[in-house]
């Protein structure tokens, strides 16, 4: 298979769900290629100090002593997250003999946290969902949109 590193960013939503199943149905028996499961917990409203730049899986300030309440809310949402996820993916996996990295990262919002994924870990397909947990009008969600726009790779939207 061409592809060696997709990316389905994942927040849980129905949509999402078929963009993970469509991926492993892609690359699934491809030991050499990865699917990698992202679900970024934006920090919106949320100012620390501590959090400046996107942080994948990185925790590490959970132990800085100066940490404040707003970390620690991240913390959780990033732990709730990726421990759901691994459900979902191991019900999903079917058998797949490819590489499956989950990863929940933290960032000022998902587009960005996913657009920085892609450059940073050498994704060369992204498979997501064209509507999300949000709005019910519309033909493609704002992250969908937003995804299309900042990344070089191709893009797979899925119903
Ligand atoms: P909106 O968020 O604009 O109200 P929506 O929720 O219906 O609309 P999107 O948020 O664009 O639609 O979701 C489309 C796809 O984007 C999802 O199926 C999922 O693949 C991905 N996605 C959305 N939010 C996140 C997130 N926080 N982390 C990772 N992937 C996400
Ligand atoms: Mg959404």
Redesign the pocket.
């Known amino acids: 298979m061409l592809f060696k590193n997709v990316l389905?960013?994942?927040?849980e939503?129905e949509?999402?769900k078929s963009?993970l199943h469509i991926a492993l149905g892609m690359v699934g028996d491809d030991s050499t290629a990865t699917v990698h499961v992202?679900?970024?917990?934006?920090t919106g409203a949320f100012t620390s100090p501590t959090l400046t730049g996107n942080a994948f899986d990185d925790l590490s300030y959970l132990s800085d002593p100066d940490r404040t309440e707003s970390d620690d809310i991240m913390g959780a949402l990033v732990h709730r997250a990726r421990t759901d996820m691994e459900g979902t993916v191991d019900d999903a996996l079917d058998g797949a003999t490819c590489k499956v990295v989950v990863t929940a990262g933290v960032a000022s919002s998902?587009v960005e946290?996913?657009a920085e994924y892609v450059e940073s870990h050498g994704i060369d397909l992204v498979v997501?969902?064209?509507?999300?947990?949000?709005?019910l009008r519309g033909m493609?969600?704002?992250?969908?949109?937003g995804?299309l726009r900042s990344v070089d790779v191709p893009v797979l939207t899925v119903k």
Request: proline content about 6%.
């Open positions: 389905v960013p994942y927040d939503s949509h999402a963009a992202l679900a970024i917990v934006a998902p946290g996913i997501m969902g064209r509507r999300g947990l949000g709005a493609l969600g704002s992250v969908s949109f995804v």
